[in-house]
């Protein structure tokens, strides 16, 4: 099991954005999921409460705006947790998203356009062993922004 580097400065903006991303849709509610999941299913009522999507939410701390030049990246062992919720709970429900200071932008992975390279933490964090890994790398995929 790696380390885990979450801070509750992170963990409130995971809250804050899923949140946004939910805001306005009657009956869907967020459930944070244990650690070393993905972040969240969400519930509906419609549905009888059963988990009808599932996000993972990224938190950007450098780039302040939803509008700021920023490449979203993430690395392939991420998308590859998500990709499981798609093919083997068969939900076609399965977003990532990006937290800035001003909103979130987000997308259904099985959309994500980029490439892949090797990449990750420009200082390799004391206990890590992940701070260096293949990465997606985004190119051109069409987001959803929404703002506070």
């Known amino acids: 099991m790696s380390k885990r580097f979450e801070s509750q400065e992170d963990l409130d903006r995971e809250k804050r954005a899923i949140d946004l991303f ?8 967020p459930k944070k999921l244990p650690p070393n999941e993905i972040d969240f299913a969400i519930s509906s009522r419609e549905h009888e409460g059963r988990n009808v999507a599932y996000v993972e939410i990224k938190g950007v701390k450098k780039v302040k705006s939803v509008y700021d030049k920023h490449t979203p990246v993430v690395a392939i062992k991420k998308l590859t947790a998500l990709q499981k919720y798609v093919n083997e709970r068969k939900c076609p429900n399965v977003y990532i998203v990006w937290a800035y200071s001003d909103g979130i932008k987000y ?8 490439i892949i390279r090797w990449g990750g933490q420009f200082k390799p964090r004391k206990g890590s062993t992940n701070d260096k890994e293949l990465m997606y790398e985004n190119t051109d995929t069409n987001f959803t922004i929404k703002t506070f």
């Open 22 to 29: 939910v805001g306005g849709a009657e009956g869907f509610f």
């Open 107 to 114: 997308a259904k992975v099985t959309d994500l356009k980029g």
